[in-house]
């Protein structure tokens, strides 16, 4: 198979566009409303509060604002031990910092690449007094969210769900953003549905959904000047965000079925190598299959070293390893990603504590990050595209 370098970039994950959101944003500025108020946040508060089957929603300007809120509305507070998806983007802990909480990190399992329940369950153990646990699901598979809630609730902790990746997941049928007392999901640019940027607050409690909603236009009184007896943000959606993603959720489920043909496209493609896919129990679980993602056999994984900032490998006949694909990608203008970084093991968190599900055990985080890495999975590649992406993958193993 001759492979020439890809013309237009294959990107892991790119905006995909239909139309109806150019109505919706030409909507909001023949009318006037280009601001934090209209009828396009209406509509995507109520769009999403209907497809995830929570009570209330709340449009913000960004994933990050409503982890954020979620964490104010937790209560955390200055000094307080928060439980912490250990093997995720950074800005699911974040916002705990924000607040002056302590993200204490959790191991993850090996059955879903999301926080162990049982890692979750010692922490408790070593860390009795902790109320809130922020929560992952790594791209697009549900952890196991009814265990932990479970969990939560036997200890009177506060559960705060990130589904930034995962939105129309189901775990057992339920919508993944359900199962915490406050939710949250992303419409950044490389999400699943996008509206460029924006996110929103999930939950079934209308007080806590006001008092959010009213942090983020700037905390202001109902009185005739700017009155303030709280902290405010200015973390609204805006009504023209707000038009492309409304736009957008027309097309939800279409967007799945594609990343889950691009999932199983790649199973099938690489069933003869070292490898398999990023795990997810068929059984109980329905990823939205945001990232399609490939885990080297420890015996097929030649030399790498990583530094701080850089990766080296040594080639070897029969072996590879994520460095290798991702500099074979690169070449041929393919983007592919390592798993994301354990927190743990970032500098910014060095001094936080870590807690797996065994007190000796290796991490099981460490060892997915060494060995993983995420695919090409735009839902706008070919599958002639996709079938070379394969090729340069076996490539690498030859
Ligand atoms: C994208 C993402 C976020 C943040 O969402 P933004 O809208 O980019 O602020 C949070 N958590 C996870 C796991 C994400 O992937």
């Not at 399992?109 to 699901?137: H, I, K, Q, S």
């Not at 200890?155 to 990130?162: K, L, R, S, V």
């Not at 968190?349 to 065994?358: K, L, W």
Request: aromatic content about 10%.
């Amino acid at each position: 198979m001759d492979i020439k370098p890809f013309p237009h970039k294959l990107w892991l994950s790119s905006p995909t566009m239909h139309g109806e959101e150019l109505q919706y944003i030409t909507e909001a500025y023949q009318t006037n409303w280009m601001s934090t108020v209209g009828e396009n946040i209406t509509q995507t508060e109520r769009l999403s509060a209907e497809y995830v089957g929570c009570r209330y929603a709340v449009g913000l300007a960004s994933g990050t604002a409503a982890l954020h809120l979620a964490v104010k509305l937790a209560g955390v507070r200055r000094g307080e031990r928060v439980f912490c998806s250990d093997m995720t983007f950074a800005a699911t802990v974040n916002p705990v910092v924000y607040e002056g909480g302590i993200p204490v990190f959790i191991d993850s399992e090996r059955d879903t690449w999301n926080m162990d329940p049982v890692a979750l369950e010692r922490a408790f153990l070593l860390y009795p007094d902790v109320r809130v646990v922020v929560v992952a699901n790594l791209y697009g598979t549900p952890a196991g969210l009814d265990k932990i809630r479970r969990i939560c609730d036997d200890h009177g902790a506060t559960m705060i769900e990130d589904a930034a990746e995962s939105l129309g997941a189901t775990l057992c049928g339920k919508q993944t953003g359900s199962f915490g007392h406050f939710n949250v999901i992303s419409f950044n640019g490389n999400k699943i549905i996008t509206g460029s940027s924006g996110g929103m607050l999930l939950t079934d409690d209308r007080d806590a959904a006001d008092r959010a909603r009213k942090w983020s236009t700037q905390s202001r009184e109902n009185a005739p000047w700017y009155q303030h007896t709280e902290l405010g943000y200015n973390y609204r959606m805006s009504n023209v965000i707000a038009g492309v993603v409304r736009g957008q959720y027309a097309h939800l489920n279409e967007h799945i079925a594609g990343k889950r043909a691009i999932y199983m496209r790649y199973k099938e493609g690489l069933a003869d190598l070292p490898v398999t896919m990023n795990p997810y129990d068929s059984a109980v679980a329905e990823p939205n299959f945001w990232l399609s993602c490939l885990l080297i056999d420890g015996q097929a994984m030649c030399r790498e070293t990583r530094s701080d900032t850089q990766a080296s490998y040594v080639s070897e006949k029969g072996k590879s390893c994520p460095a290798e694909i991702l500099e074979m990608l690169s070449a041929y203008n393919a983007e592919g990603r390592p798993i994301w970084k354990p927190m743990h093991m970032q500098p910014v968190f060095r001094e936080n504590p870590f807690v797996t599900a065994q007190a000796e055990a290796a991490p099981v985080d460490e060892d997915i990050f060494a060995r993983g890495l995420c695919l090409p999975s735009d839902n706008k590649m070919t599958p002639a595209e996709q079938d070379a992406v394969i090729e340069l993958i076996k490539r690498c193993f030859a």
